[in-house]
């Protein structure tokens, strides 16, 4: 790499692999943890950085970047729970169950799953009063609801749905996926319907649970399925800035570690040389992203395939390095007519081996690191990062030594087959262009055969007529041929 500038000295291939591998997963992770850090100062009027650093490193994991890329699941579920159950207003909810409480006694309460859901208690003359939201249904109406009722009957400070418990009740429920879709459609029936026992609105302002703040999006965002599309276009396009992000970052870290593996060797350059060359590195990756836009589209592939698929969704990084295999695929098709072998190879070698190699060790990632977290605790994430970049450096490193030749051979082998097919094809339209010919003249002796016969026939004809002195018209042959042929 010279872009005009003095060449830059790095490390041994091998070695820059792996660290360059270490970089992109560390990069990866902490940028999901600042994605995903819970905020530890809600509505704070300053920032704070070393809180917002901390945030962010107790975050930076896999099953943090895991979250991120799976939040197109709770768009879903919000968008289909909208269609199917109605969940926008109490008067179109589709429910799943109920039970009642009469005399501070549930009837039916066992019969509910200890899952996320929605709840509505309506008073006996059929009034929603209360909503509320939980991430085990049933353990929040025995531990929680009920409870507080005995205690305050006990205690003499009566419960806010004493009246109901006492007098009867019933409560209606939807069950959900998660926590963060629950939290939402109570904040936006709360805020919609303002249900009288209900004394606050749920989420109205900056949250510092991360589910909650996911929710509080949502929540924001709820009222019709249009609106709710709407929110999750938004999280997908913030998805796509946010790979953009990362990728620049990736670049800049990678091009100052060059830059300090040069000043370790004893090389001297001015300070505007290597500022020179880490910002051309750095637009170079700009440049990459406005010439090939549909690269960017990864961010929106992986948001709306986590959401659809389960296995993917387990993988955190699965759907972006798939989308990447496919483009290079693509384009690797488009472009192999007019590549030389050689170029062709190694397309096909970096296709194969790096982006082979790159979904198996991002795939044992998150894997890796929840083994490692029993035994190595907070550093897990960076260890599991460091450990899969050298495996995906040792075996690409390898893996370009034998597989070149070996696509080498297989793109022979596919020529010889290409030139023996067209051989083949040629033979074909040989053999009917002979059989066309053959088929002419069999049409030709054919008319002939027939035009000898009626001609023996009226020959035979004349010659009874002349035996019996009966005078006949004479006979024209070449007319009769003529007609025959016409």
């Known amino acids: 790499m010279t872009d005009g500038l003095q060449e830059l000295q790095t490390l041994p291939p091998l070695a820059n692999a792996i660290i360059d591998r270490a970089i992109d997963n560390v990069t990866r992770k902490l940028v999901a943890g600042h ?289 990447d295999l496919g483009l290079s695929a693509w384009q690797l098709f488009q472009g192999a007519k007019t590549m030389t072998t050689d170029e062709l190879v190694q397309k096909v070698t970096e296709t194969l081996v790096l982006s082979g190699t790159l979904i198996l060790w991002d795939a044992l990632d998150p894997i890796l690191e929840a083994n490692l977290a029993t035994v190595v605790g907070p550093v897990a994430p960076y260890l599991s990062a460091a450990i899969c970049a050298v495996g995906y450096g040792v075996s690409s490193f390898y893996l370009q030594r034998f597989v070149p030749a070996l696509v080498k051979l297989l793109i022979a082998m596919k020529s010889d087959a290409q030139e023996a097919v067209e051989e083949m094809r040629l033979t074909c339209e040989r053999l009917i262009a002979v059989q066309e010919r053959e088929l002419i003249l069999l049409e030709d002796l054919r008319d002939y055969v027939e035009g000898s016969f009626d001609f023996e026939v009226d020959t035979r004809s004349h010659t009874i007529s002349l035996a019996s002195h009966q005078p006949v018209a004479p006979l024209d042959v070449r007319a009769r041929l003529a007609a025959r042929k016409g």
């Open 35 to 323: 994605r995903n850090k819970n905020n530890s100062r809600p509505n704070a009027k300053t920032s704070d950085l070393g809180s917002a650093t901390k945030d962010t490193l107790a975050a930076a994991s896999a099953a943090s970047a895991m979250e991120v890329a799976n939040r197109g699941v709770a768009w879903k579920e919000m968008f289909q729970k909208t269609l199917s159950h109605g969940v926008s207003s109490i008067a179109t909810m589709k429910f799943d169950g109920s039970f009642t409480v009469k005399n501070g006694k549930a009837e039916g309460l066992d019969d509910v799953p200890n899952t996320p859901g929605v709840y509505v208690v309506f008073n006996q003359q059929g009034e929603a009063v209360y909503v509320g939201d939980s991430t085990k249904l049933k353990t929040r109406w025995h531990a929680g609801h009920l409870n507080e009722h005995k205690q305050g009957q006990q205690s003499d400070k009566p419960y806010k749905l004493a009246d109901e418990f006492q007098e009867g009740c019933t409560v209606k429920f939807v069950t959900m996926d998660s926590e963060a879709t629950a939290a939402a459609v109570e904040a936006h029936l709360i805020a919609k319907e303002k249900p009288a026992k209900n004394t606050r609105e749920e989420l109205k302002t900056e949250q510092g649970k991360r589910a909650n703040i996911e929710a509080k999006k949502m929540k924001d965002a709820s009222g019709s399925a249009t609106t709710i599309a709407m929110g999750a276009a938004t999280e997908a396009a913030k998805n796509v800035g946010w790979g953009v992000f990362e990728q620049l970052v990736t670049e800049l870290t990678k091009a100052l570690k060059d830059e300090l593996v040069e000043l370790a060797k004893g090389v001297s350059r001015t300070i505007k040389h290597r500022l020179q060359r880490i910002f051309n590195r750095v637009w170079k990756v700009i440049q990459a992203i406005i010439d090939a836009p549909m690269k960017v589209l990864a961010g929106i592939f992986e948001f709306v395939v986590n959401a659809v698929s389960k296995t993917i969704a387990q993988f955190y990084n699965l759907a972006k390095n798939i989308y």
